[in-house]
Nanobody, 123 residues
């Protein structure tokens, strides 16, 4: 079992920044590919960013490329999502995900989910 706890969400004005953190406990964090997904009201959960267990590959959704940065610190069992130039359309609940799937962008391949953290961007 892997437990994931997100933090760092909040209310920010358009153009602002937030840094999300996801602390993992349980089985070996460093063996999992990690990702962030988000879900806005009335919409399906969508992929945002992912990083492989050794950080040799990083993936971004087109909608966040060049604005968001994912990173991980295996010594601290933590994955981060730095979000810059935020837009109102980034408003959603952001979920941390852990997966052993070779493609960490796939929603159905996720092994463990966090409970989510709310990000609200005002215009």
């Amino acid at each position: 079992q892997v437990q994931l706890v997100e933090s760092g969400g909040g209310l920010v004005q358009a153009g602002g920044s937030l840094r999300l953190s996801c602390a993992a406990s349980g089985r070996t964090f460093s063996s999992y590919n990690m990702g962030w997904f988000r879900q806005a009201p009335g919409k399906e959960r969508e992929f945002v960013a992912a990083i492989t267990w050794r950080a040799e590959r990083i993936y971004y959704a087109d909608s966040v490329k060049s604005r968001f940065t994912i990173s991980r610190d295996n010594a601290k069992n933590t994955v981060y999502l730095q979000m810059n130039s935020l837009k109102p359309e980034d408003t959603a609940v952001y979920y941390c995900a852990a997966t052993t799937n070779s493609d960490p962008t796939l929603y159905y391949g996720v092994d463990y989910w966090g409970k989510g953290t709310q990000v609200t961007v005002s215009s």
